[in-house]
């Protein structure tokens, strides 16, 4: 098994959003850090873009064909928070390309953990409407290629983006075959992801909603993690593991409030990795948010540290939030 995979693309820095927070100096201050560390090693490789019949798996082509269509109008806005320029439909397909194409490398046994530097993000993305600064959703489709045609039975999503994956978990709200699970801030955009959100039908219980209050950090973020959202996944026995890497839980955050430090998220990373170490599965990440440029280029540097190295995390006692949390999510998981 060769090295770590990182999947980068310049169409990147083409999805133009002006004074946007998600801007493309976030890809340039992660590729400055990256790269003043010789990539730690990581093999980069060129996001392709995705084949168009994966990405209708997850989005209707009435949805392909409205960003395709904004950005050869130039550009424009889906709402108040999303906007697009002219490359921004091309570095959408590259970025969920990228998410695809790490999926198949892993399962496939080129390697045993990934991460995708692209944007734009996409954990808001409904299937027929982009929103929360996402176009496509990246993840999703990754998740949906990896069952549909890749070989897994089962895929676990772990999504520790402060705000909620509002999109992600409607996308696989009624199925079985996707264990997804958020820790994020709450009250917060886009106010979604309650504790009682449990999935519907042969999903229920497969949707694992942990939100957090402002101001919480570390200890509350790794308890839930470690008490709620591991021992519910190992249970589950995925084939492939999946993070939605936001960065915006970060105390220097400009849109939220929580307050991780950059260590935290080698922290998280290590228990995705044991996590899949436990299922003899690849894990892999995708990028979401994250707006203070240096905190994360500093955070995405300890994820893939903490995903290339592995080793035991920080282990922490439960906390009244955590508690809440194993009451209700014991319903479906014994979390002992």
Request: charged content about 20%; glycine content about 12%.
């Amino acid at each position: 098994m060769g090295p770590p995979l990182l999947f980068r693309h310049p169409a990147s820095l083409e999805h133009e959003t002006g004074a946007h927070p998600e801007g493309s100096g976030r890809i340039e201050a992660i590729e400055a850090e990256l790269g003043a560390r010789d990539w730690l090693g990581w093999e980069s490789r060129e996001a392709p873009a995705v084949d168009l019949d994966v990405l209708r798996r997850v989005h209707p082509d009435s949805h392909v064909e409205a960003v395709r269509a904004m950005s050869a109008r130039g550009g424009g806005a889906f709402d108040a928070d999303t906007v697009a320029s002219a490359g921004s439909y091309v570095a959408a397909l590259h970025a969920v390309g990228g998410a695809s194409a790490m999926a198949e490398a892993l399962l496939g046994g080129q390697a045993g953990a990934g991460f995708c530097a692209l944007r734009p993000p996409g954990h808001h993305a409904e299937p027929a409407q982009a929103m929360g600064f996402c176009l496509f959703n990246n993840v999703a489709v990754a998740a949906r290629h990896a069952l549909d045609s890749l070989g897994a039975r089962r895929v676990f999503i772990l999504d520790w983006d402060v705000h909620h994956g509002n999109g992600t978990n409607d996308i696989f709200h009624a199925s079985d075959e996707v264990l997804f699970a958020s820790v994020h801030q709450s009250p917060l955009y886009p106010g979604t992801g309650p504790l009682s959100d449990a999935g519907k039908g042969a999903g229920e219980g497969y949707t694992i909603n942990l939100p957090v209050p402002p101001g919480s950090g570390e200890e509350t973020w790794l308890a839930l993690v470690e008490h709620v959202v591991a021992p519910a996944a190992r249970a589950f026995a995925p084939d492939l593991v999946l993070i939605s890497a936001g960065f915006d839980a970060h105390r220097a955050d400009p849109l939220a409030t929580c307050r991780l430090e950059t260590g935290s998220f080698g922290e998280l990373a290590r228990h995705a990795r044991a996590i899949a170490g436990v299922a003899n599965a690849p894990v892999g990440a995708v990028l979401e948010g994250g707006y203070d440029v240096d905190a994360l280029a500093a955070s995405v540097t300890a994820t893939l540290g903490g995903l290339a190295e592995g080793g035991a995390p920080r282990s922490v006692d439960p906390d009244a939030t955590t508690g809440r949390a194993m009451a209700a999510v014991g319903r479906y998981w014994a979390l002992a």
